[in-house]
């Protein structure tokens, strides 16, 4: 699972930054082409983790919200991290960076492992 976790992170921070530059080409604006690149990255990245490394349903709604959430969470951890923790640990702006790409995905791991992955009773039911 830790594999299929990697591979589909990895693919996703790829086509993040492929998409990132393919619409900066485009003439469009850095903030815009972000929205972009981060909404196409989140989507397949629900793709790939629920199918391919959890092997869970796409269309579960509760599943679905809970990703959501641990997309903030992430958010808040990297911004707590660039903007709090590392200034205080005198961290350079890239230290602070780095931190962030080794903890975020560790973090991201264990809340779709316990969390958003979680077996559904109903879902994941055997008809007698």
């Known amino acids: 699972m830790l594999f299929r976790f990697a591979i589909v992170g990895l693919g996703v921070a790829a086509l993040y930054v492929a998409a990132y ?26 793709i790939g983790q629920a199918a391919f490394t959890f092997r869970k349903p796409l ?13 903030g969470a992430g958010f808040l951890s990297a911004s707590a ?11 350079s702006d890239m230290a602070s960076a780095i931190s962030v790409t080794l903890i975020l995905p560790v973090q991201n791991f264990f809340i779709m492992k316990l969390w958003v992955f979680t077996q559904n009773p109903k879902a994941d039911e055997v008809p007698s």
């Not at 972000?34 to 990255?41: D, M």
């Not at 991290?81 to 961290?91: E, R, V, Y």
């Open 59 to 71: 269309d579960d709604q509760t599943q679905m919200l809970r990703f959501i959430s641990m997309i």
């Open 81 to 91: 991290i660039t903007g709090l923790i590392g200034p205080a640990l005198s961290f």
């Open 21 to 46: 530059l393919l619409m900066l080409e485009f003439g469009l604006g850095k903030t815009l082409a972000n929205l972009i690149a981060f909404a196409t990255a989140i989507t397949v990245q629900y």
